[in-house]
Each structure stands twice: as C-alpha cells, then as structure tokens.
C-alpha cells in the first residue's frame, strides 16, 4: 500500500509536466480516507517526505499543511475568500518556484457534499467555499504540474462528489491487521523501554502476545494508548512504569474492547 502510494506522488511530478491534460487529466490529489486513527494523517506525512526523497533532482520540495477548519471557521462570508487567497495566490506563488506537496488534512471541511447540504440548515458560504475549493484546483493543475495534494478525510461520504472526481488516486487506509496490531505495541513498548529499561522484557512473555492478539479491530490510535493505560492499574506502575507486566497489557485491553462493546450496543 505504502509502495503504491508513493509510486503515485512519484508519477505525479514526472508524468504532469510532459502528458496533455486533456488526454491524461491528473489533477495532482492523492485521497486517504478511513477511520479515525488509522494513520492518515502520519501516512501522508510520511508520504511526502519519501516522495521528496526519491525526487531530489527536482530540488528542494516545499511540505505544507493546511488544517481546513481554520478556513472554514471564519466568519460567514469569508471562508470562499481565505480559501481562493491561500489556494490561489499562497500556493500559487510557491508552486512557481519549487516542487510542493500539500496536505490538506480533514478535507470533508473543505470540499463539502453540496447534494447532502440543504440550503436552510447550511449557511450558503459553505457551498461556495466548496465551489471555490474546486475551482482553484482546476486552476492550480493547469498552472502547476509540480505541486501534489495529499487530502486526508474521517468522512468520505461528507465529501462532494465533485472533489472526489478529481482524485487521481482514492485509498482507503483499513484497521490494523494482526501483525500491525503487534507492531504498534511493541513500538509503543520500545519507547516506553527508553525510558523505563525492564519494560522491554515485557515483550517475551506469552500473555504479550494474547494481548496483541486480543487489539484486533481497534484503531491504530487506541492501540498506541494501551500501554500507558497498562501503567495505571495500580499507583507503584504508574510511580514506576519498570514494574509493568504483560498481564496490565491485556486488562487494558480487555477493558479498552468491553468499552467499545458497550458503546456498539448502546448504538
Ligand atoms: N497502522 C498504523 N501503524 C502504526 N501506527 C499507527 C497506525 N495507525 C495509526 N497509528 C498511530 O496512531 C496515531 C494516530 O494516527 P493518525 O495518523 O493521526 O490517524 P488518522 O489521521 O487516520 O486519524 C499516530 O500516533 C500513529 O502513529
Ligand atoms: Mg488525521
């Protein structure tokens, strides 16, 4: 999955700038979508310095980050300015000299589906921020051939139609299979050991495992939690987080499942 998204970013900047668009219509958007904590937002990170790794002979990339509510949180009337000022001229004018990638984070804030909106319940300035997001990037893919979007998005189904149409590439990022599951924690374990060197023992002992086991279907978020959750059953841990046992690991994940049970069946 990593190695395809890359590949992606890397067609991006070597395919835009000698392919006619209008045969080839690359708009430069790369689309995460998933549910929370499932590392969108650290993947496209990740993404957009490995893409600038491989393509060094293009020069110093430029990585922005735009948190999309801050736009759209302006006052009525103002989002469609600060959106066509930041896309259109900001971006604009980096994009002229260097290689850039942007990461529009939470794009649904951005790019709202304008067919779910009802005009009485949505102040009319969303849809034209909406309108302005696309507009200005068509602008922008025209212009420059070397600038990539990585949009990141909690609620593809909020997103308009309209934007995801001019994705390039659309991956949906999945919970953590069994061996990510163990992965996370024995990082989140590692980091701890840092610290706290008798922690690192913990990892051999079999109920570690049964813990690991037990992480499946939890977000890689809630997974980085569990070991300091572990830490807090009893005042000595928390005091001394050395005294940590692979046992405190799969309470706290047993506690973490019964409370997302309890919170599916009250659903
Ligand atoms: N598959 C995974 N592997 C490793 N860490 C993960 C994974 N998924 C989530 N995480 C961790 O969970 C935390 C939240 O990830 P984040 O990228 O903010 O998720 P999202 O943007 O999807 O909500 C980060 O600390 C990240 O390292
Ligand atoms: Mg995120």
Request: with cysteine; charged share 25%; proline share 5%.
């Amino acid at each position: 999955m990593k190695s395809r998204l890359l590949s992606q970013a890397v067609l991006n900047f070597t395919l835009r700038p000698q392919v006619d668009r209008a045969e080839i219509p690359l708009h430069g958007v790369i689309l995460l979508v998933g549910s929370p904590g499932t590392g969108k937002t650290s993947l496209a990170r990740g993404l957009a310095t490995r893409a600038s790794d491989v393509l060094k002979g293009l020069g110093n990339f430029l990585y922005l980050e735009v948190e999309p509510h801050t736009l759209t949180s302006a006052a009525l009337g103002k989002s469609q300015k600060a959106i066509s000022e930041l896309l259109g001229n900001t971006i604009s004018e980096f994009a002229s000299t260097r290689p850039v990638v942007v990461l529009l984070d939470e794009v649904e804030t951005l790019a709202s589906d304008r067919s779910k909106m009802s005009l009485e319940a949505n102040p009319i300035d969303v849809h034209r921020a909406t309108d302005a997001v696309l507009a200005q990037l068509d602008q922008l893919a025209i212009k420059h051939t070397n600038l990539l979007f990585i949009a990141t998005s909690n609620f593809p189904e909020a997103i308009d139609s309209a934007f995801l149409s001019r994705a390039d590439l659309i991956m949906t990022i999945e919970l953590p299979g069994p061996e990510a599951c163990r992965k996370i924690l024995i990082s989140s374990l590692e980091a701890l050991g840092r610290s706290f060197p008798a922690v690192k023992q913990v990892s051999s002992d079999p109920i570690f495992e049964e813990a690991a086991r037990l992480c499946r279907g939890l977000d890689g978020r809630r997974i980085r939690k569990i070991i300091p959750t572990a830490c807090t059953f009893s005042k000595q841990t928390a005091l001394d987080p050395n005294r940590l046992t692979a046992k405190d690991i799969l309470l706290a994940v047993q506690h973490v499942q019964e409370e997302m049970t309890a919170r599916g069946k009250k659903k």
